[in-house]
């Protein structure tokens, strides 16, 4: 067989060009319809993706738990003391603080409601509270003895007095820690005296809530002596408002 040469390859493929020419014009027409649309409808789905979440619903006791967390609202209400052991860390455009943390709670569980059920003004009776945070927080460690009536912050040789831990800790160290709120996010649970947005994770855990201007991960749960229930070991607080940061890694829990 004899070599084509290298004008006849050139016009053959000329030829094939010029013949096919408007089937590769209507398919490359298709391939761009087909990403624009793929560039319009991708952000869309991903924002309704991330503006989800389920809207937390008062229950008929008047509290914003919804039936996701029914089960575990049972179960911390028969829990009477806890003992938490861990690290912690706090966050803010003026300060900074990292250590350990021991949380020691006796008292009940339980959300009183108020006003035919329409407000709640308390959230735990708490008999007796103790929040200990050790580390280079400026005065060395930090020490937060509160009860209903009221609340003690002990920094090195310092003592203050006043009506609850949240104000105290605010108005003497700057620090904005969220305490009543996080007696129910310890648990993997919202707050019921405030309205927010939840998504669960693929076993059916709270892993994201924003309630209350926070905006809070569980990042990671771990099975405690709570019965049969994974608690988080790893929850991120963020304050939609001073941008306040609050990251607090439980190593050991234990419920009574």
């Given at each position: 067989m004899s070599k084509l040469s290298r004008e006849t390859v050139v016009g053959m493929i000329i030829q094939f060009k010029q013949?096919?020419?408007?089937?590769?014009?209507?398919?490359?027409?298709?391939?761009?319809a087909l990403a624009l649309s793929a560039c319009q409808v991708l952000p869309e789905q991903q924002s309704e993706q991330k503006a989800g979440g389920k809207v937390l619903q008062k229950n008929?006791?008047?509290?914003?738990?919804?039936?996701?967390?029914?089960?575990?609202?049972?179960?911390?209400?028969?829990?009477?003391?806890?003992?938490?052991?861990?690290?912690?860390?706090?966050?803010?455009?003026?300060?900074?603080?990292?250590?350990?943390?021991?949380?020691?709670?006796?008292?009940?569980?339980?959300?009183?409601?108020?006003?035919?059920?329409?407000?709640?003004?308390s959230v735990d009776r708490v008999e007796n509270e103790k929040v200990r945070l050790i580390g280079p927080i400026g005065t060395g460690s930090l020490e937060l003895i509160s009860s209903d009536s009221s609340a003690i912050l002990i920094a090195g040789r310092e003592r203050y007095?006043?009506?609850d831990v949240e104000s105290l800790l605010l108005k003497t160290v700057g620090w904005r820690l969220p305490v009543d709120?996080?007696?129910?996010?310890?648990?993997?649970?919202?707050?019921?005296?405030?309205?927010?947005?939840?998504?669960?994770?693929?076993?059916g855990l709270l892993q994201s809530?924003?309630?209350?201007?926070?905006?809070?991960?569980?990042?990671?749960?771990?099975?405690?002596?709570?019965?049969?229930?994974?608690?988080?070991?790893?929850?991120?607080?963020?304050?939609?408002?001073n941008q306040a940061k609050i990251k607090l890694v439980i190593k050991q829990f234990k419920t009574q």
């Open positions: 013949a096919n020419h408007r089937q590769w014009r209507y398919l490359y027409v298709l391939i761009c008929a006791k008047g509290q914003f738990f919804g039936s996701d967390f029914e089960k575990i609202e049972e179960l911390r209400g028969q829990v009477s003391a806890w003992q938490l052991t861990g690290s912690f860390s706090y966050i803010d455009p003026q300060d900074t603080g990292a250590g350990r943390i021991k949380w020691d709670f006796q008292g009940a569980l339980q959300a009183a409601s108020t006003d035919n059920n329409e407000n709640l003004e007095v006043g009506a709120e996080l007696r129910f996010w310890l648990f993997g649970m919202p707050s019921p005296t405030n309205e927010g947005r939840y998504w669960l994770n693929e076993q809530l924003k309630q209350s201007d926070w905006e809070i991960q569980f990042d990671r749960y771990q099975l405690n002596s709570f019965p049969n229930q994974p608690l988080p070991q790893k929850i991120t607080a963020v304050h939609r408002g």
